[in-house]
């Protein structure tokens, strides 16, 4: 009688073989998980930002709070002039022409100092520009550039708006 030798078991190639393919198969996902995550907290900090300058440039225009007026309910302008650009934009106050408003860039902090020279931070860090530009009497432009560094990465969101000043 003839035995026949029984196969069972892996050989050395075999196995050597097998734990390059799972090692390359895992490296790859795990650089497509890596790429995933830093696509996402990019795209989370650009949207944070966005929300950001979005609700900056609302209160320039809308007011700080209730009981402070923004740029559309300015009686006039300032600074700067009509058909001119400037970092940062001076109102007058419909109520009381004597008092004065200012929303103005100060290192990358966006400020607005009310009629009681009273300093209120609006976006604190981030601001790389902010220019207001008066093109005529009753429109003012705002352009505001925010810059953050992360990991290397710069993301920048840029946002401008045109207001047309109710009282003027």
């Not at 009688?1 to 790859?28: D, N």
């Not at 001076?90 to 004597?98: F, G, K, N, R, S």
């Not at 207001?132 to 352009?143: E, K, L, S, Y």
Request: glycine share 6%; charged share 20%; aromatic share 8%.
């Amino acid at each position: 009688m003839i035995m026949l030798k029984s196969k069972r078991g892996l050989t050395i190639a075999e196995v050597i073989v097998a734990s390059l393919l799972v090692a390359i198969i895992a490296a790859v996902a795990y650089n497509f998980y890596v790429l995933a995550k830093d696509t996402w907290f990019h795209s989370f900090v650009q949207g944070d930002m966005q929300t950001e300058a979005i609700l900056g440039i609302e209160k320039m225009l809308y007011g700080v709070d209730a009981t402070r007026k923004g740029i559309m309910e300015a009686q006039d302008i300032v600074t700067p002039v009509v058909g001119a650009s400037s970092s940062q934009i001076e109102l007058v106050d419909q109520d009381d022409d004597t008092l004065s408003r200012l929303f103005f860039q100060l290192g990358d902090t966006l400020v607005y100092t009310d009629e009681f020279d009273v300093d209120t931070v609006i976006i604190d860090g981030d601001v790389e520009t902010l220019t207001f530009t008066h093109p005529t009497a009753d429109v003012i432009v705002i352009n505001l550039v925010l810059e953050r560094a992360i990991r290397g990465k710069v993301i920048t969101v840029n946002l401008s708006t045109s207001a047309r000043i109710r009282n003027i």
